[in-house]
């Protein structure tokens, strides 16, 4: 029987486990594909915290799960098991990236076809799954501050998972990228084509001495206090200033929230329109997408447990 990662209630890592499920079919517009590898986002770990919804134990299904916990895992990559009888242009055994997608910590997911793209034949299946997530974030949170060439942007939490897409987008649209991060990714962000700084006290004057010609725009993807007010004492106008992490004191500062909250611009459009560029960047090797470490699916508790630390320089994936 294929198997699923699920929380079994709210919580911590450990309440993850992996039960059996049967295989579902594809709905008329949508597919069935066997994952190869799914990528580990922070809303992963958020969505069974507890933080976003209210304990519900009463109703539990077969596997003893309360019918209202989440499905986690939202975007992977695999093979096309299944077609749905109205979708055209895509045949079983099809390669294929899946985003959005929910449940995808599991050997089988069922998704829309309008979130599969093709694979590339370069592309491994690690990197594959892990891309979209964080590139279309990166992607969005560039375009609302507003970054092009001749900009000089501050990436707060450059070697994360959506800071390492960020910096190389931003230098590849010719902005000149200083990136936060702690000071063992320096390096690799170096690789990357940014000037890296260590974040903590200071972190203004650093940034000064690495860029004197003034920072034009910043986004945040640190979500701290330091990363709002030094981008404020940094960057003239507020608006030129993206966020897609953090607390309220964001919202009277008139920069820009990203994201699914209330207030916040979600981009869905200019998201989902980014995907294909991503696919076809990371498949040329123009966009690389930086895998920390891969799990087992019995180890997803293990992944978000270092997830949650939050310092893995680069993406954590699963494979079924
Ligand atoms: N709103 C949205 O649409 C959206 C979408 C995706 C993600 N998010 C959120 O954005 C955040 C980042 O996601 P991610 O996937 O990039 O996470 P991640 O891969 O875990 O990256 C975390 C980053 O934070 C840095 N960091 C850790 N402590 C720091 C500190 N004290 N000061 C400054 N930087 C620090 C880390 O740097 P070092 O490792 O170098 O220490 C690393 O670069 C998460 O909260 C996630 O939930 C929001």
Redesign the pocket.
């Known amino acids: 029987m294929p198997r699923i990662v699920r929380p079994t209630a709210y919580g911590t890592p450990d309440v993850l486990a992996v039960t059996e499920t049967p295989i579902q079919q594809a709905a008329a517009d949508g597919v069935v594909v066997e994952v190869r590898a799914a990528g580990v986002?922070?809303?992963d770990w958020?969505l069974y915290s507890g933080a976003f919804h209210d304990v519900d134990d009463d109703h539990k299904d077969a596997a003893g799960i309360a019918a209202s916990m989440p499905s986690i895992g939202l975007e992977c990559a695999g093979v096309v098991t299944e077609v749905g009888a109205d979708v055209t242009g895509v045949r079983v055994g099809d390669e294929v990236v899946v985003y959005p997608v929910t449940a995808a910590y599991a050997d089988y997911v069922t998704a829309p076809a309008t979130s599969i793209i093709g694979k590339p034949a370069g592309l491994g299946w690690a990197e594959a799954g892990s891309l979209i997530?964080?590139g279309t974030?990166a992607v969005h949170a560039l375009h609302a501050a507003g970054v092009g060439e001749g900009d000089t942007v501050l990436v707060?939490?450059?070697?994360?998972?959506?800071?390492l897409m960020a910096v190389q987008l931003a230098a590849a649209q010719g902005a000149t990228v200083i990136a936060?991060?702690?000071e063992r990714?320096h390096a690799l962000l170096r690789d990357l084509g940014a000037f890296p700084v260590a974040?903590g006290p200071g972190l203004a004057d650093r940034v000064r001495a690495v860029a004197p010609q003034g920072v034009t725009a910043a986004v945040d993807?640190?979500?701290?206090d330091?990363?709002l007010d030094v981008s404020l004492e940094l960057v003239a106008d507020p608006a030129r200033i993206s966020s897609?992490?953090g607390g309220p004191r964001r919202a009277e500062t008139g920069i820009k929230r990203?994201?699914?909250g209330p207030g916040?611009d979600a981009g869905a459009e200019l998201r989902d329109a980014a995907r294909g560029d991503l696919v076809e960047r990371a498949g040329s090797g123009s966009l690389r997408v930086i895998v920390d470490s891969i799990f087992p699916l019995a180890e997803a508790s293990k992944a978000h447990e270092i997830?949650i630390a939050?310092?893995?320089?680069g993406k954590l994936v699963l494979i079924p």
């Open positions: 986002n922070p809303i958020k997530l964080t974030t707060h939490g450059g070697s994360g998972g959506v800071g936060t991060a702690a990714n974040y993807f640190a979500g701290t330091e990363a897609i992490t990203l994201g699914y916040e997830g939050g310092h893995a320089p």
